[in-house]
């Protein structure tokens, strides 16, 4: 979000210089900088023992393709605890093992996902309001059902660094 008008007064804001960062809108009553702001949101890929990872399809995003667990941050809240929370409330799921697979900027919607790769014990999904479907699917079959791959998307992001990870552990477990 950029800021014309100042949140807390409403005045119009005028233009201030903030050291490296330049310049940046300003609220001379409240002597206060409003530096731009963005929405943080999770992007979880959940898997099983089974080599399955769980897909999930929210009416208002496709009628087609699915995705992985995703949620904006909460005031207060950390991307972890984000990330519990949501797998938690969309897919009913407890989640064992977290690994942190980076951030990503979505341009289209001034949004930086924050990316985790999550283990759970396979269980029936039970689906919050949110979710029109969701199943567990075997890995080599999950790029079927995923949203089209798109410059600077984390979908596919995150799934990549997941194979890798399979892929490292794989070679680890052969050794």
Not at 24 to 49: A, G, H, M, T
Not at 65 to 75: A, V
Not at 79 to 92: S, T
Request: glycine letters at 8%.
């Amino acid at each position: 979000m950029r800021y014309t008008y100042c949140p807390n007064c409403g005045k119009k804001l005028s233009q201030i210089h903030a050291g490296d960062d330049g310049m940046v809108p300003y609220c001379e009553p409240c002597d206060k900088r409003w530096f731009d702001s963005f929405q943080s949101c999770v992007l979880v890929l959940v898997y099983n023992e089974y080599d399955e990872i769980a897909l999930s399809r929210q009416w208002y995003l496709s009628d087609e393709y699915m995705s992985f667990t995703s949620g904006f941050i909460m005031p207060g809240e950390t991307a972890e605890e984000c990330a519990l929370r949501e797998v938690g409330e969309e897919l009913g799921l407890d989640v064992e093992e977290l690994v942190y697979a980076g951030t990503y900027w979505l341009e289209a919607a001034d949004q930086l996902m924050h990316g985790f790769i999550g283990f759970a014990k396979k269980k029936e999904l039970v689906l919050s309001q949110e979710i029109d479907g969701a199943s567990w699917v075997p890995v080599t079959e999950a790029e079927r059902s995923m949203f089209p791959d798109r410059p600077g998307g984390p979908l596919y992001e995150v799934y990549h660094r997941f194979l890798e990870m399979r892929r490292v552990s794989d070679a680890k477990r052969n050794d």
